[in-house]
């Protein structure tokens, strides 16, 4: 059975400090997806980054990097040069197998960051 | 391009009736996607619809059903309403596998 865990319900930051946001998970396959999203309190699904298993560089989008250690099965989202604006709930999610199987994933609880100016 | 549209943004509901929540995918997606997220129990899978079938269901009751239009809108119908029924539901719709964007969602609230 899939299942991603995100151990830390809360994380505070400086603003323009790094964060970084954990997330472990767990598959019998060898194809997958992974997923960060930011959910403000609008209550929209915000997608950041994308991280495929057979991919061999961790992805990176702006201010957003994934550091994906799959022996480790984790795929932890480093936020750099934090704004009052990252302030939201953070969701890491798993998409089994390849993406022509659609787009059933499985979520974490949640962290919800804070950042302080 | 327009984002994914949900309608409505708001419903509040009594027991026992049944709703009907609607998504429109941006131009050109052929999957839709729907999640119910509660505090309880999170993001939760309910259906992926791809060219009108259903490709992925998640676990939950019957009374929980969708449907897709050939212009690709969806629509998800939850019949017999209970009070945990109330959730956020948030539509997602995709090109090409990948789960980019979601609408503002419709927070049912079931009285």
């Known amino acids: 059975a899939q299942k991603i865990t995100q151990t830390q319900p809360g994380m505070f930051v400086q603003e323009k400090e790094a964060v970084t946001l954990d997330c472990t998970y767990d598959?019998?396959?060898?194809?997958?997806?992974l997923f960060w999203y930011k959910q403000p309190s609008s209550g929209e699904m915000i997608f950041l980054i994308y991280?495929?298993?057979?991919?061999?560089q961790n992805a990176t989008e702006g201010r957003y990097s994934l550091n994906f250690q799959k022996a480790r099965k984790s795929a932890n989202l480093v936020i750099s040069a934090s704004q009052l604006g990252d302030s939201a709930m953070y969701f890491c999610a798993m998409r089994e197998g390849g993406m022509e199987y659609g787009n059933k994933l499985v979520f974490g609880a949640g962290t919800i960051l804070r950042v302080k100016s | 391009k327009a984002g994914v549209t949900q309608t409505p943004r708001y419903l509040i509901k009594t027991r026992g009736q049944q709703v009907t929540l609607s998504c429109s995918p941006i131009?050109?997606?052929?999957?839709v996607s729907w999640y119910q997220q509660t505090p309880g129990q999170g993001l939760q899978f309910l259906f992926e619809y791809f060219s009108e079938t259903q490709r992925n269901k998640g676990n939950f009751p019957g009374r929980f059903s969708g449907r897709q239009f050939s212009n690709s809108r969806s629509e998800m119908n939850v019949s017999t309403l209970e009070l945990g029924d109330s959730a956020l539901y948030l539509c997602?719709?995709?090109?090409?596998?990948?789960?980019?964007?979601f609408g503002q969602g419709t927070r049912l609230t079931v009285v």
């Open positions: 997602a719709s995709s090109q090409n596998g990948f789960l980019a964007f």
């Open positions: 991280q495929g298993s057979y991919d061999e």
């Open positions: 598959t019998s396959d060898q194809s997958y997806g």
């Open positions: 131009s050109g997606h052929r999957s």
